[in-house]
């Protein structure tokens, strides 16, 4: 999907090896949109691995951005708070239609938290010009990637200090996270699940008295050759078939869902 704007969109997903060998299907899903206006619209929900109804939940939250993205159209040339209040306007429009459906329609109380048949985590990113705008809940994360081809990290899969299984899902208590990044020299963004955690370097630091390991750089062998073999003409298929491969699976071995964007 290629914008007016000069982005070019891809999503795609991976099943994990874990759950290939339980026979469960993929939790996760990705998905991209071009707004009216021309701003890009990233989207990616990963369902709990031990809710029942973790990819169903992953899928009613992303058809929830699609209609919350109805009528929040940032200019093409927005400034920065603007292209941050569409971010926060489209996850929480799709987090509020997500517990009414599952409250509504399916019958499941989504207040249980992280236990209910229905968690899922959530994350979108709009960019406009050379402004990109995160809002999520979970642990999804944001690698930039310059003109250069560097790869940076820009949102972490998880804020500094909390627990490496430490996951919030959607719930009404639930605290999005947000960061604006401005950058002309933008070339590539890939909005993950954290499925590709695994290949986020971590560096420890020391805090009133303790140490703990935080997210520090995306390796650039991974989120590097993504971005270089989409434009190379790989298509988000044969890059899924790479990722579903024994070098990534054996890392971690969950499900991946990208929504990656380049201009």
């Known amino acids: 999907m290629r914008g007016r704007r000069g982005w070019s969109s891809h999503s795609l997903t991976v099943p994990g090896e874990i759950h290939r060998r339980k026979g469960e299907e993929c939790a996760d899903v990705a998905t991209t949109q071009t707004l009216p206006g021309g701003a890009t619209l990233l989207a990616v929900a990963d369902g709990a691995g031990r809710a029942r109804c973790a990819a169903d939940a992953a899928r009613l939250a992303i058809a929830c951005v699609a209609g919350a993205a109805e009528g929040v159209d940032p200019p093409p040339r927005a400034p920065g708070e603007v292209v941050r209040q569409a971010a926060d306007d489209i996850l929480s429009g799709a987090v509020a239609a997500f517990l009414r459906q ?4 399916v019958d499941v109380d989504a207040r249980e938290g992280d236990g209910a048949a229905w968690s899922t985590t959530l994350a979108v990113v709009v960019l406009a010009g050379p402004w990109l705008a995160f809002a999520g809940v979970g642990d999804a994360f944001v690698v930039a990637v310059d003109r250069g081809g560097v790869p940076h990290l820009v949102v972490p899969p998880r804020p500094p200090g909390t627990l490496h299984n430490e996951t919030h899902f959607l719930s009404v208590s639930a605290v999005p996270r947000f960061c604006v990044l401005y950058d002309p020299r933008l070339a590539a963004v890939i909005l993950s699940t954290d499925g590709l955690d695994a290949f986020i370097e971590e560096r ?10 935080v997210p520090w750089r995306a390796a650039p062998e991974v989120f590097g050759n993504i971005v270089r073999d989409l434009r190379g003409g790989t298509t988000p298929a044969a890059l899924a078939e790479t990722l579903a491969g024994a070098a990534f699976q054996e ?3 969950d499900d991946i869902g990208l929504a990656i964007a380049l201009r």
């Open 251 to 253: 890392r971690k071995g």
């Open 102 to 105: 599952v409250r509504e329609d």
């Open 204 to 213: 420890v630091i020391a805090d009133a008295g303790r140490s703990y390991p």
